[in-house]
């Protein structure tokens, strides 16, 4: 299967976790169960970066605002165009976020830029090998190549799992994903 027509199932898999009534009902405990699963593991990491939900991505928040009542510094990635790399800027809650490119939700161009050393990772898809599909840009996997030490952490939910997700030299592994289900790491 390409990698094409995987992300397109695999989202479809997404899709049909938003329109089950159940899922949604229970969607704040799944995102509370995953989030402990990253929170107790954040080990010696200063700064976490983390996203903002397209609304089908798991919502990272219980996350970033758990690292932030730690003490740790929070960034949100930017993305000015499909060539510029994703920067990291520092965040906090209160600051204002602004449009960005494919319709991201992000902090001001301005804010201040970090290197983080934990990153959350939205993702389309995984699987046991920790190889991940996202939306297809390659953003996540120049940073990573950028930031070989940061912790790179998938956060998805248990039904996006592939069996194999197809990967090409330039793609950078992760060294974890989290579930509502469960951790799995190498």
Do not use: N
């Amino acid at each position: 299967m390409t990698k094409s027509d995987l992300r397109k199932s695999l989202r479809a898999r997404r899709a049909a976790l938003a329109a089950d009534t159940g899922w949604q009902a229970d969607l704040l405990v799944h995102t509370l169960f995953l989030a402990d699963r990253v929170t107790s593991r954040f080990g010696v990491a200063r700064c976490v970066s983390g996203y903002i939900s397209d609304g089908e991505e798991v919502d990272p928040t219980p996350i970033l605002f758990a690292a932030i009542d730690r003490g740790l510094t929070v960034a949100l990635p930017h993305v000015a165009g499909r060539k510029s790399p994703m920067r990291f800027l520092r965040w906090e809650p209160g600051d204002v976020l602004v449009p960005g490119a494919f319709g991201l939700l992000q902090p001001r161009s301005d804010a201040a830029e970090v290197d983080p050393d934990l990153i959350l990772t939205p993702l389309v898809g995984f699987d046991r090998r920790l190889a991940r599909i996202g939306k297809g840009a390659g953003f996540y996997d120049r940073a990573f190549a950028r930031l070989p030490d940061a912790r790179r952490i998938g956060l998805a939910w248990s039904a996006q799992e592939a069996d194999v997700v197809p990967t090409d030299p330039w793609d950078v592994p992760l060294h974890a994903v989290a579930t509502e289900t469960e951790w799995i790491e190498a």
